[in-house]
């Protein structure tokens, strides 16, 4: 069993506090059911860093346990995170499922900010710490409830559906929230419930565009991206098909809609997953952020990965040695203004209301890219 010595002094700056948690790694024993952990990890890890990263793991782990804590950890985690001390392991839409009934005091978002506000709007009654506040999402940067005030003037009466991929902020001037495992399903549920054909979409113009050519509801939306997938292009696609020939190439579905139609499936995170796990493509590609194959190669190990690798920097601030800091200090707590927090929970909860989908969805591959209208402002 790992010894830990909570030694928190909240006073302390983040650099004195990540060398005294360090310090205290000293002492922490590797048990045989942490050293069980690395046939999951051994592809990335090598027996030579292995003792360093089994002692963080063994630390953490006893962390959790003394402090009621539970780790939820995104699909781009990379796999020291994802495999050996994520609880519920995810996309987004599962993890918000996860923080609204957890039984727990302290929720670790190993993910980036929105999802931690998200967790903090479903559960204000645990304590929700981010290993690195500084975890953003271009998505979310992108707009911010003033634009979207300013949009509900110019659109009076016509429904906006908000990627969860913002903020609390934002969430909250919003009617739902959706994400890429539902976006058609929330999209037409709230055209029909304001009896409109007419629906704005936003941040993400890829994502809008390719939930657009998939329902006959008219789509405004905002000209956000992603930094991470609006990199991949149709002549990626192209060339990856031409150096690997029988390749199945998947895309999630923020990338821009000319590598959809190039793809040959899309969707979320889970949804991708699912997909290698199903059908055990002999060679695949995944075009979304880099840890993904990771994760889903370790658990297919018959699957050839290609991978070309585009990082999310803000996934990639989270790391075992901050996710161990902010267990030990408690430090870096999420916390939102109680009235913005009830109005985006409403739209949190409009979505969570919906009939739960028996799988992710799947997007169309193979159609023409659908221009859509972006909202115009008075400003
Ligand atoms: P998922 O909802 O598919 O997990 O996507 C979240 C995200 O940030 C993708 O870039
Ligand atoms: Fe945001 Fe893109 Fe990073 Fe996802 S991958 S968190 S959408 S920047």
Redesign the pocket.
């Given at each position: 069993m790992a010894v830990i010595l909570d030694m928190a002094s909240p006073n302390q700056l983040d650099k004195g506090k990540e060398a005294s948690a360090a310090h205290m790694l000293d002492h922490i024993e590797i048990d045989a059911e942490t050293d069980a952990l690395y046939v999951r990890v051994k592809d990335f890890i090598t027996p030579m860093e292995w003792p360093s990263i089994a002692k963080r793991v063994a630390a953490i782990n006893a962390l959790k346990k003394e402090k009621r804590a539970v780790i939820l950890a995104?699909?781009?985690m990379t796999p020291d995170i994802f495999q050996l001390i994520g609880d519920f392991r995810?996309?987004?839409?599962q993890l918000a499922r996860e923080a609204a009934q957890v039984d727990a005091e302290i929720i670790v978002q190993a993910g980036?900010h929105f999802m931690a506000e998200t967790s903090k709007i479903l559960a204000p009654e645990k304590t929700v710490l981010i290993p690195d506040m500084r975890a953003g999402?271009s998505l979310a940067a992108s707009i911010t409830g003033a634009d979207v005030r300013l949009i509900k003037e110019t659109y009076p009466g016509v429904p906006i559906v908000t990627y969860?991929?913002t903020t609390a902020e934002v969430k909250a001037e919003c009617d739902i929230t959706c994400?890429?495992?539902n976006a058609v399903q929330v999209v037409e549920h709230i055209a029909k419930k304001f009896n409109t054909d007419q629906v704005i979409l936003l941040p993400d113009q890829y994502l809008a565009q390719n939930v657009a050519a998939m329902t006959d509801i008219t789509i405004l939306t905002w000209p956000g991206a992603?930094e991470?997938?609006e990199l991949f292009s149709a002549d990626d696609v192209r060339e990856l098909r031409e150096a690997h020939p029988g390749i199945v190439i998947l895309a999630?579905p923020?990338c821009p809609p000319d590598v959809l139609e190039e793809a040959d499936y899309a969707g979320?995170?889970?949804a991708l997953s699912h997909y290698v796990s199903d059908r055990q493509p002999a060679q695949v590609v995944l075009l979304?952020?880099c840890s993904m194959s990771d994760n889903v190669a370790a658990d297919n190990p018959d699957v050839d990965f290609i991978r070309p690798c585009n990082l999310?920097p803000h996934m990639k601030r989270i790391t075992l040695d901050n996710i161990y800091t902010c267990l030990v200090e408690r430090q870096h707590e999420v916390r939102i203004d109680e009235e913005v927090r009830l109005k985006a929970k409403k739209a949190i909860d409009a979505m969570l209301a919906l009939p739960k989908m028996a799988k992710p969805l799947d997007f169309d591959v193979g159609l023409k890219p659908l221009q859509i209208d972006m909202v115009m402002t008075a400003a």
């Open positions: 995104h699909n781009y995810g996309d987004s839409l980036v999402c969860v991929n994400t890429s495992s992603c991470v997938h999630h923020e979320s995170t889970s979304t952020e999310c």
